[in-house]
């Protein structure tokens, strides 16, 4: 996230003291440490941590030493509040490279932030540098070309976010700059020497927005996540609307056969 977005989060995060005050906990933050499989990192750095929902899951349940990166006053407060090792520096800097060494790490998670970047080309430059030879990076983006995201321009006429309307609207329509697409996403990671490995699917399970409807109504519930899991078991990831994509550094670059994990 750019410094000129700053306001746009703090806006949206009013009011939120504690990690329990953050509506927006997401399926991504959810799969995580789950998707490190076995793959045994050990220092492991999330790019634009937020309030540190998938980082206090890794911190709690993973092996590994995890520092968090944010630049948000609010963010940062709580993510000390957690006790997590916190570092704050500008991703979106392009005339600044990442406070770090050379191959300092061995996983980097990017969760849901390239699209927030007016320079994602540094983002994927820095993070091949401080990612140790065949090392994991975990990147995630909506998938504008996911049924949840087209039906609004394609039978509504509306565009993707709108100014108007929830708080996460009007955060999303100010702050995202880029729009991918799960095929975009893929083939412009792969340009900065990364391998994709892994491509993982979050089933709605956890999220506030799937305990939401949970509490409202059981069976739409578990009736929404059963076509879900259909949806993602017999389709392509290009269908996913938030799919992870788990890339290696410096693998051979010979086409290759990419799992696909549904968790």
Same mark, same amino acid.
């Given at each position: 996230?750019?410094?000129? &977005?700053?306001?746009?989060?703090?806006?949206?995060?009013? $009011?939120?003291?504690?990690?329990?005050? *953050?509506?927006?906990?997401?399926?991504?933050?959810?799969?995580?440490?789950?998707?490190?499989?076995?793959?045994?990192?050990?220092?492991?750095?999330?790019?634009?941590?937020?309030?540190?929902?998938?980082?206090?899951?890794?911190?709690?349940?993973?092996?590994?030493?995890?520092?968090?990166?944010?630049?948000?006053?609010?963010?940062?407060?709580?993510?000390?509040?957690?006790?997590?090792?916190?570092?704050?520096?500008?991703?979106?800097?392009?005339?600044?490279?990442?406070?770090?060494?050379? +191959?300092?790490?061995?996983?980097?998670? &990017?969760?849901?932030?390239?699209?927030?970047?007016?320079?994602?080309?540094?983002?994927?430059?820095?993070?091949?540098?401080?990612?140790?030879? $065949?090392?994991?990076?975990?990147?995630?983006?909506?998938?504008?070309? +996911?049924?949840?995201?087209?039906?609004?321009?394609?039978?509504?006429?509306?565009?993707?976010?709108?100014?108007?309307? &929830?708080?996460?609207?009007?955060?999303?329509?100010?702050?995202?700059?880029? *729009? *991918?697409?799960?095929?975009?996403?893929?083939?412009?990671?792969?340009?900065?020497?990364?391998?994709?490995?892994?491509?993982?699917?979050?089933?709605?399970? $956890?999220?506030?927005?799937?305990?939401?409807?949970?509490?409202?109504?059981?069976?739409?519930?578990?009736? *929404?996540?059963?076509?879900?899991?259909?949806?993602?078991?017999?389709?392509?990831?290009?269908?996913?609307?938030?799919?992870?994509?788990?890339?290696?550094?410096?693998?051979?670059?010979?086409?290759?056969?990419?799992?696909?994990?549904?968790?």
């Amino acid at each position: 996230m750019s410094w000129d &977005s700053i306001e746009v989060e703090e806006h949206r995060l009013k $009011g939120v003291e504690r990690i329990e005050d *953050y509506l927006w906990f997401k399926e991504r933050h959810r799969v995580f440490p789950a998707v490190f499989e076995n793959r045994n990192h050990k220092r492991i750095i999330d790019l634009s941590a937020g309030v540190g929902c998938a980082a206090k899951r890794i911190n709690e349940l993973y092996d590994a030493e995890i520092i968090c990166n944010d630049i948000a006053p609010t963010c940062l407060k709580v993510l000390n509040q957690l006790g997590l090792k916190t570092v704050s520096f500008n991703i979106d800097d392009p005339e600044t490279p990442f406070p770090f060494d050379n +191959a300092y790490f061995d996983a980097v998670l &990017s969760l849901a932030t390239i699209e927030h970047l007016l320079y994602p080309d540094h983002l994927l430059n820095e993070t091949r540098r401080i990612l140790a030879p $065949g090392g994991f990076f975990y990147i995630c983006a909506p998938n504008y070309a +996911a049924p949840e995201y087209l039906i609004r321009p394609l039978f509504q006429g509306r565009s993707f976010h709108e100014p108007l309307g &929830s708080e996460e609207e009007k955060y999303e329509f100010y702050a995202h700059v880029r *729009y *991918y697409t799960y095929k975009t996403l893929r083939d412009f990671v792969s340009l900065f020497g990364f391998t994709l490995d892994t491509v993982y699917i979050a089933m709605p399970a $956890g999220s506030s927005r799937y305990r939401e409807l949970y509490t409202r109504s059981r069976f739409k519930a578990l009736a *929404y996540k059963n076509i879900m899991r259909f949806r993602h078991l017999i389709l392509s990831a290009r269908w996913a609307s938030e799919p992870i994509l788990c890339f290696r550094k410096d693998l051979p670059t010979k086409k290759r056969r990419v799992r696909k994990v549904v968790l």
